[in-house]
């Protein structure tokens, strides 16, 4: 088997879903010159359903983790639509990753780990990036965790 960003993600015991429609007025993501912008990405489980729920009240950082995994299997079905390939990706810039959060909860780096480590697995150090990792007091739709992202693109 070849080794691509794909297969990578295959042997993670992953399956990419189709893209996400928007879900308002507003574009799955926009390609810029050398950049492709993806919009927020909300963790839908392998059966479809959304993953709810806030940190430090009813889920904890491991369900939190989980739900940001997700969310990074959500940005790299957008790659994929707006790329054709996810061999296309140069490297992964920055992701503004936003954790619905109890007060007092501060582990939003943890739960923010999901994602990132899970970019690097798949992308190797292309998958390095610049992060923020927010609390917020709610996310839309009731969800754990979303995540927007820059992406470097190839020609």
């Given amino acids: 088997m070849t080794d691509t960003p794909e297969s990578r993600l295959q042997a993670l015991g992953f399956t990419l879903p189709a893209a996400a429609a928007p879900a308002a007025n507003y574009v799955p993501f926009v390609i810029s010159g050398w950049q492709l912008h993806i919009a927020g990405q909300i963790p839908y489980a392998a059966d479809g359903s959304l993953l709810k729920g806030r940190l430090g009240d009813d889920l904890d950082v491991a369900a ?41 909860f501060t582990d939003q780096p943890e739960v923010a780990n999901g994602a990132s480590n899970l970019m690097v697995k798949v992308f190797g150090d292309a998958g390095r990036h610049a992060r923020s990792a927010v609390g917020v007091a709610a996310l839309p739709r009731g969800v754990a965790v979303e995540i927007d992202g820059i992406v470097e693109i190839s020609a």
């Avoid at 790299?76 to 619905?100: C, T």
């Fill in 64 to 104: 939190g983790v989980a739900a940001a995994e997700r969310c990074a299997i959500g940005l790299m079905a957008q790659m994929k639509a707006a790329l054709g390939d996810l061999a296309m990706v140069r490297r992964i810039v920055k992701l503004n990753v936003f954790v619905a959060s109890a007060p007092g």
